[in-house]
T-cell receptor, first 110, second 120 residues
Framework: DAKTTQPPSMDCAEGRAANLPCNHSTISGNEYVYWYRQIHSQGPQYIIHGLKNNETNEMASLIITEDRKSSTLILPHATLRDTAVYYCTRMKTSYDKVIFGPGTSLSVIP | DARVTQTPRHKVTEMGQEVTMRCQPILGHNTVFWYRQTMMQGLELLAYFRNRAPLDDSGMPKDRFSAEMPDATLATLKIQPSEPRDSAVYFC??????????????????FGEGSRLTVL
């Protein structure tokens, strides 16, 4: 049980922002939201994580709703290389059972 | 550039044979995960370790799978005997969990490139 819900697939035009939603309505107070992506059959790669506040790094931005029941990963200017499966996961502060769901398959279209 | 190293990258074997996959976590990391990925099941958590001690292996078929950490630089996943349904990509991931004044600081998980197993 991944305990997160994501749309199975999304398309995004190259150069536009890709907004990937994740629902984690049962998240508890000490669980972070983490995002990873997997390109082809490579190992998943960390993107970003957050607890309560919005976060930004060189790869993406993470917007977490005030009630923490959902979040959105934003790739500001999607490129073809961003085509991948994106996983939203919950991680307790003690690394308890990191479970990955099916994720969202993002296709960036030229 | 620190990374998680997995061997072998590819393995083809016959049903009934023993298979051992190895993982070298990033130096200094204290937590190691084993995942299995198939098209049908996605990424499944098999087992994980903290400071070399197994914390949970409930995702593993106990009769044929075993996971160990002989030392801090090596994690192994063994299948004996292997079956065709074990064909999958096996990923190892490592991370560092630190506790400061009762608060755990988790970092990101670093994944290896995976071991692709085919059991004929």
């Amino acid at each position: 049980d991944a305990k997160t819900t994501q749309p199975p697939s999304m398309d995004c035009a190259e150069g536009r922002a890709a907004n990937l939603p994740c629902n984690h309505s049962t998240i508890s107070g000490n669980e972070y939201v983490y995002w990873y992506r997997q390109i082809h059959s490579q190992g998943p790669q960390y993107i970003i994580h957050g607890l309560k506040n919005n976060e930004t790094n060189e790869m993406a931005s993470l917007i977490i709703t005030e009630d923490r029941k959902s979040s959105t990963l934003i790739l500001p200017h999607a490129t073809l290389r961003d085509t991948a499966v994106y996983y939203c996961t919950r991680m307790k502060t003690s690394y308890d059972k990191v479970i990955f769901g099916p994720g969202t398959s993002l296709s960036v279209i030229p | 550039d620190a990374r998680v190293t997995q061997t072998p990258r590819h393995k083809v074997t016959e049903m009934g044979q023993e298979v051992t996959m190895r993982c070298q976590p990033i130096l200094g990391h204290n937590t190691v995960f084993w995942y299995r990925q198939t098209m049908m099941q996605g990424l499944e958590l098999l087992a994980y370790f903290r400071n070399r001690a197994p914390l949970d292996d409930s995702g593993m078929p106990k009769d044929r799978f075993s996971a160990e950490m002989p030392d801090a630089t090596l994690a192994t996943l063994k299948i004996q005997p292997s079956e065709p349904r074990d064909s999958a990509v096996y990923f190892c991931a490592s991370g560092l969990v630190q506790e400061l004044a009762g608060v755990y600081d988790t970092g990101e998980l670093f994944f290896g490139e995976g071991s692709r197993l085919t059991v004929l």
